[in-house]
């Protein structure tokens, strides 16, 4: 089968793989819908999980089932799914602990591509197929359910672990596709006002459609300080760090009050340490926690950011700034998410 | 002064009371808006705190400050207020339990008419002032600002208190205004589907503008096997208690998923126990958690309310069905409340 | 096979049953200890499940491992093995909820008797064995590692889910052996003073190495009034009910602070409703939650429990008042558990 | 009166001040017994908080009531009293957030030499005494109670924030008496074994009693991978930082499982910035949360924590190596913290 694969560390291209195998609990599927994430471009161009030559890149899909192990119980070749694009091994201890995203080791369940083949290729490999992925409700557009695998599930999980107050004050820095859902998920939490950190133009337009009510850009001077007056000296009560560079955990913690929480869903590369403020921090005490997650996945938390579209809660086709139609067309949407053009959010390749 | 008291039980009119005193945390205000609230019908005409002849009735109220103690700092004369409806003794040892509501006992914080004269009079008098007033925003209708006081916190106490996830199924008992916030509350908490259990047609209006997504009307059967039954067999994943009868918990706990909470902010009266139905409580081991608590009062949750109301994420207006001019006429807004009729959600007296 | 089983409601006695099945994620085991159980007397004589003829009785176990299926990878024959009470299907939507013990519905992972064989007898199956049983450590008592599987579980869990804080005063009622587990828990989780409710000689003697500083007998008067005295008046922070007839909640309510938790790990039987009292539950607004609970099962929890006996954290051993040899010894052993004379807590029979 | 004072940075002495006034809801209290903290020497030699010449040193300390102001209603002159080395303003915003360590901003709570004079002195003022003070029980040592106002409540709060479960794997960096008290919280949450980081023979001796398992030495090579070798390469399930320099969360964090907390109460110094290792934080995304604090006060705290005394939970009394009678002997005292040899835990001085 054919798929898209890094060849080596920079450069990506097209390759043939044998079919993926399906075990007792696992299932196969045909991609209905595949959307390139920025991770994609970290693998193949930053080294972020190191050299894997001809490994198929890609994470983000619905899939059509095509064939389903002896004990999958709940899909049948034929069903529209979303995938999800963590796949935690159940039954592994740390799902017990309750951190689903960790099983076998740190980001152990991040699969898709770190561990074996990705789903931008023409069949892909899901595990725990019962457990992972959930039936895409009847009548929801393809451009829209993709957007739930990673993009919903990790930007909503950032502002979920800001432990955020109705009423609160949130600021979330970066306004890719994670941090606007960070933002949504933070009106969706009940805050009041939001400070959205970024300035590229099509982005700030869904922030804002997304429940933004201050856009904070960087042009304009230390974004923090631009908070702390905003605020008349207190900051924020819950910042949401989806975007920055090595040191963006300065920023998030100056801008925080003393008694907050810093919620990361950022990938942070390019440095070996990560520095914190040591007096803005308190010098350790100035209960200003930070909280770490990736990408929730699992059957029930897909089917529930689901039925958030279905009943009117939040909508994600604004972010599908670009849609292709055709697998083969996924070369060009990864090199879009690489190049980020002002107006680009998501593109999103519809395969059917 | 003038004042709108408990005559006796079953009998309420206006009484002369001397000025209340103010001690050097407390402040004294006049009324800015007012409004009755079904604890000020169950008081006068339902024996719910006892036989108390000649004091004031109310406690929801915005206030124009019009004396200070002399420890008080963040107030002075001339300000105008939110009041808390529950007025915590921040110094007492169930506030740094986290408990504010229950300070010096079971609702011990519910201070107007219950321990005091309450608001509907001339003049009021507010314990800690700084811990339990909060400014009103420049440019707040009054009308939505008195429902921050006790409407809004509560129900949307009602929905905190009930753990709802991001995309969780929701069920509202009970759509006077106290459910209703409870129905905006779950969805600014991140409900999905929100089921809301009554049949008045201006309350189920106001319902679906809030997020209502079901209305279930008892008229139609039991309330919560219609609720299962729309659920294919599962429940919801939290119910919020709003309303009903002593029997009402016996509904709550059958329409929620084993694994839930039920979360109540329904005055119960009418009888010396309330039941839970074993089985469907599962003999006790269902994981079906029963949640409680009173109005959070305090400046900071106040505030907070206030700016739900300024950044748009919450109208209470369309609640405000009724709205008089003139302190005059509390007594009809009282027996508004106490009537009920179909049309009437919340009457509001702006005094000023 | 030989088994010891539910002849009819009312009746037990040893049956002849086929061999069970292994299927690919599953055990069988034969049994290295047992111990009966109270819910197994609620089934026979108590009508707890209904009418099961020839379904075999037990569910605290610890096995010998005897046959593993094709996809178990961390277990094979002959390994000694802590065998969960609860054995939850962790493929089910409530173990993603996090709700394990609620898989399939309410208490739907009590599998062993309510839905097949249990394990009083020649050979018993585990379902999904890599995730609900754990490795007996090297050197641990056979009789102290079968309290784990129910006792210390769902002892320990009326405890944490009581909120104590540390330093709280906290109030058990009942010692039978999950009463002492939940005194013992309820002192790993730092409460100071632990009243614990109950007379009979032995568990008390038992409660009070385990950290009970109060013990608190019905024979001196109302229970909740005798604590409410020994506060002061306060009441206590946390109650943990593991005993008690349908009325108990009225009790628990009483001795508990405005602003507490009511954790509960009694199954109740008796009637068909379970009453709250109104006023004591302030009128369902005293911060006065109930929390309930199913004894956690899973190999991540079996592991630190057995962790907390090899620390010398906690020491089951006292509670095995009654040691038997031989698996025939589990009707004597059953029949003494009905009886409770006063100096039994629980009686264990080692298989091997 | 007399108070031993910083006179400039890096030297202390005695100075002569005026007495300190006494607010309406203040006390003035004698010294009943006084302990120099690793923070006062931090203050004088390490410039934590600047250059503030005259102002009298120490914060922990009992009090003898010698004035109250005309508000305070739970003591009175020559009442024996715990008093909260951290003392908060209860009115400010950040207490009804639950934030009270940081009243007024960043480690706001921190009055006693930060703001005002310190407690070594004949005299020391007390803001808020009804809330920031407890009745010292009768018949206990002031040694054990004077362990309670800081060592006590941010040791433990060091465990509590740690998140730790029944049975949990934790570990301990830093065996100082605010270490040796996060290893008795650790038990008393429920941690089956801590290993403790360090390596003083009389602390070491103390971590053994306190409930440590295994010694971790620093001598023996790097800590973090000698604790991931004891637990076969799992790490631990928590960690409390309660000592080390700028880089201790490095360690911290690579001893952490994935899906973990890392609570601090440790006052870092020596560096404006605080590394943290990317790749063992799992690019920030390994669920490895990082929890801090400030040493809890107010009454109920105070109260709950002399309970634990009071009931045998925990004892202070084998910290306080080094016990001295008279005021004079601060000095002696807090040189002795100051130097730390090996066999020095916590000197105090009794004043009585």
Redesign the interface.
Known sequence: MKGYAMIKLGEAGWVNKIMPKCG??DCICRPLALAPCTSDVHVVWEN?IGELPGRILGHEALGIVDEVGS?V?LFKPGDRVIVGAITPN??N??????????TG????AYEFTAKKDGTFAEYFHVN?A??NMAMLPDGMDPVAGVMITDMMTTG?MGA?NAGI?????VAVIGIGPVGLCAIG?A???????IFAVGSRPTPVKVAKMYGA?DIIDYHNGDTAQQIIDATDGAGV?AVV?AGGG?DI??DAIKMA???SKIS??????G?????????????????????????PG????L??????I??G?FDPMPMATHVFHGLDHIEEALLMMKKKAGDVIKPVVICE
Do not use: H
């Open positions: 007792p609990r972020a004990e119980k159940w039954d201890e740390a799902a017990q602990r309750g951190f689903s995203s960790q080791g740190i980001m152990g725990q019962d457990n909503f979920e107050q109705l009423g609160a004050d998920g009106k969706m939490r009940g805050a009041s006002r009510t009560d760090v090595p955990l300065m009050k003393a008694g990361n869903c950022n990938f942070f590369s440095a070996d340490t990560l520095p914190l403020p040591r007096l803005d921090w308190g010098s350790g005490m100035a209960n200003k926690d930070i909280i770490t997650g990736l990408c699992g059957r029930v938390r089917e529930r950011l689901a039925k958030l279905t009943y809660r």
